[in-house]
């Protein structure tokens, strides 16, 4: 069993940064990918940005891309998403996932969640 517990979230004027953090306990957190995903009111959950194991593979949503950078720290148990020039659209409550395939993770699901963070850009 992995716990995740996500915080950093708040908000921000449209063009500012955030940095979300995801810790994780309990089962051996390097052995996991991990991901980020988002859920805007009225909308389905869309992944945002997905880690391999070691950190040696990422993969990003188009809509964050070259804004958006997932990086993790193994001695802390903890993956982040560093959130630049932020958008408006960018609203959402963020989620962490964790899963022991890298792929799963990538393709949306994941096998363990958070309770998410919000997030609000102002125009």
């Known amino acids: 069993q992995v716990q995740l517990v996500e915080s950093g979230g708040g908000l921000v004027q449209a063009g500012g940064s955030l940095r979300l953090s995801c810790a994780a306990s309990?089962?051996?957190?390097?052995?996991?990918?991990m991901g980020w995903f988002r859920q805007a009111p009225g909308k389905e959950r869309e992944f945002v940005a997905a880690i391999s194991w070691n950190g040696g593979n990422t993969f990003y949503a188009e809509s964050v891309r070259g804004r958006f950078t997932i990086s993790r720290e193994h001695a802390k148990n903890t993956v982040y998403l560093q959130m630049n020039s932020l958008k408006p659209e960018d609203t959402a409550v963020y989620y962490c996932a964790a899963d022991a395939v890298y792929s799963t993770i990538v393709r949306g699901r994941g096998n363990y969640w958070g309770q998410g963070t919000q997030v609000t850009v102002s125009s």
């Open positions: 309990g089962r051996t957190f390097s052995g996991y990918a």
